[in-house]
């Protein structure tokens, strides 16, 4: 006799699952019946034993973040559950449904769609009625179990397809067993089909019995389930990333000039990242890389000058140094002509002021004179015109030239005016670039308003460290960088990848409005002096060139002009 609490629960299962008991109320009454015997006992441990196993697929199940991988554990738990020779998970996608993963013990057989599956089953025919011909549209049309015990003696169904199979494969489809996946909202999302369940002790092909049937509904219940979580996970995902590429995209939109910055700098990254994770010596031979690293670098990449969208156009695009709603160089260009012509006039009055006074100028002072005055003009707004555009250095010697300038006036409706303004002529002495050191604040305000962004998300764990990458792309080596002022122990790996992606696209980038986008050698040559200088980490940047990167990018995005070693 078995212990009490041992039979309770033997029979509480048994009573649950086996319909032909349900008439047994009373536990203890059930327990005292005499057809509780061996048999009985060994069919109430077997279903214990599902139980147990159905715990297991359940756990297995959610702890599984990949779409078929868990598609697999599905299939392949309920073709041990029920002792089914094979079975197929279907998936419906819109007015159709399609196979997603087979499986067939017998034939030794395995796939996906992934691997060129395709079978589809209509879910309506071509008048738009649905269609019952086919189980698993049936099943799916009608919302219910499907349970066939000989697909050849089945009336009202269309197995001519299954017949084809099995004589192509010297096989037998005999019994069915067809359940819906529902998820939260109850729609139908997929179908468990199984086929052909083996006696365990004959091992001949027998129907599905209710027990199996009722196992294999409670684990298309869970399945459905972890499913409908993996596919709002998905759906979540797909909706961030999709702002994030709305963001990125309204970048753009601001910025045409430097429009291809936020693509390419995240692809560069990776592609350093990767080199340091390919590294298997010195500095570098502990960092390592998983899939959910390489997402997070890439979200961080996408990210990293979103406070862009907070800079004014105007200093954003600003291309030239005179630039602000407009290039001023026109204005300038227009007082040198009016120079230009006020000296034209002024020689022409001198001449008929000498013919009414009969003393004739000479020709050639006249000309030389003029000449002289119109090529001094034309050479020095060429010369403004050179500093205007921000591409070389503006030495002293070119400074105090502008600065000469200063000196000459002209004419405007009788007022005399500075042919060069305080503020152009601020504008003209930059050193470097077309933008003031005002201008250039609020440029690199941009990596502030960034952290300032990204620190006011509720990131998920394994994004908590978006900010931090995207917001170091501007530090350096020495602590010399912004907005911190980190130096290179204080930053990860990663944001140090960033700030060497972020430069050399810069000085490669063929697309901004004040210079042309050097050539590879020129890069590279600047990027090792900045190296030298302490500007980015040594260790990346030898990794950056001993893993070929700077060819990989340039391949992909540099001109050929550009690609000269």
């Not at 997070?296 to 200093?315: F, M, N, Q, S, Y």
Request: with cysteine; proline share 3%.
């Amino acid at each position: 006799m078995l212990p009490l609490s041992e039979v309770e629960s033997y029979c509480y299962f048994y009573i649950v699952l086996n319909p032909n008991m349900n008439q047994f109320t009373d536990l203890q009454a059930a327990i005292d019946r005499p057809e509780i015997d061996h048999q009985h006992y060994l069919e109430v441990k077997h279903i214990v034993s599902q139980f147990e196993k159905l715990t297991d697929i359940g756990v297995a199940l959610s702890s599984e973040h990949n779409t078929i991988q868990l598609l697999e554990k599905i299939l392949v738990g309920a073709i041990s559950l029920t002792n089914a020779d094979g079975g197929t998970i279907y998936m419906v996608r819109d007015d159709r449904i399609e196979a997603e993963i087979l499986h067939n013990t017998s034939l030794k057989s395995h796939a996906t769609s992934k691997d060129g599956v395709k079978i589809m089953v209509p879910l309506f025919g071509e008048d738009g009625t649905p269609n019952l011909k086919n189980v698993v549209s049936y099943s799916y049309h009608k919302d219910i179990t499907l349970n066939i015990e000989d697909a050849y003696n089945a009336e009202g169904f269309d197995f001519r397809g299954t017949k084809m199979f099995d004589e192509k494969n010297h096989y037998r489809s005999t019994s069915f067993l067809t359940v819906p996946l529902k998820n939260h909202q109850y729609e139908t999302v997929g179908m468990l089909q199984l086929i052909n369940a083996i006696d365990s002790e004959t091992q001949k092909v027998i129907p599905f019995d209710a027990i199996a049937q009722r196992f294999c509904e409670s684990l298309a219940s869970q399945a459905a389930t972890v499913l409908t979580r993996q596919q709002l996970i998905i759906d979540l995902e797909q909706m961030f990333e999709s702002m994030i590429m709305l963001i990125a995209k309204a970048l753009d939109e601001k910025s045409p000039y430097n429009g291809g910055h936020c693509r390419r700098v995240p692809e560069l990254t990776t592609m350093i990242a990767e080199a340091a994770h390919e590294t298997k010596e010195g500095y570098l031979k502990d960092f390592t890389l998983t899939d959910a690293d390489r997402y997070e670098l890439r979200i961080a990449g996408l990210l990293h000058d979103c406070g862009k969208i907070t800079t004014p156009e105007a200093v954003v695009d600003k291309a030239t140094k005179l630039e602000t709603i407009f290039d001023r160089i026109h204005l300038l260009e227009t007082r040198f002509e009016v120079l230009k012509r006020d000296a034209k006039i002024a020689m022409l009055k001198r001449e008929i002021e000498a013919l009414k006074t009969g003393n004739e100028l000479p020709a050639a002072i006249s000309e030389y004179g003029l000449k002289s005055n119109l090529d001094f003009l034309t050479e020095e707004f060429n010369f403004i015109k050179t500093c205007n555009t921000g591409g070389e250095f503006m030495s002293d010697d070119k400074v105090r030239r502008l600065k000469s300038l200063e000196e000459i006036t002209w004419q405007l409706n009788g007022e005399t005016l500075p042919l060069l303004s305080g503020n152009e002529l601020y504008n003209l002495c930059i050193a470097r670039g077309t933008l003031t050191e005002a201008e250039r604040k609020i440029i690199n305000n941009h990596v502030s308003v960034t952290i300032s962004m990204l620190s006011a998300i509720k990131w998920p764990k394994h994004l908590l460290r978006v900010t931090e990458y995207a917001g170091g792309h501007h530090e350096r080596m020495d602590g010399k960088g912004y907005p911190k002022g980190l130096t290179r122990e204080e930053m990860p790996i990663q944001a140090r990848a960033m700030a060497i992606a972020d430069v050399f696209e810069a000085l490669t980038a063929s697309d901004r409005p004040y210079k042309q986008g050097k050539k590879l050698s020129e890069a590279l040559f600047i990027l090792g002096k900045m190296k030298e200088e302490g500007h980015i980490d040594p260790d990346l940047y030898d990794a950056f060139i001993a893993h070929d990167i700077p060819r990989k990018y340039a391949e992909k995005f540099l001109t050929s002009e550009q690609v000269d070693i």
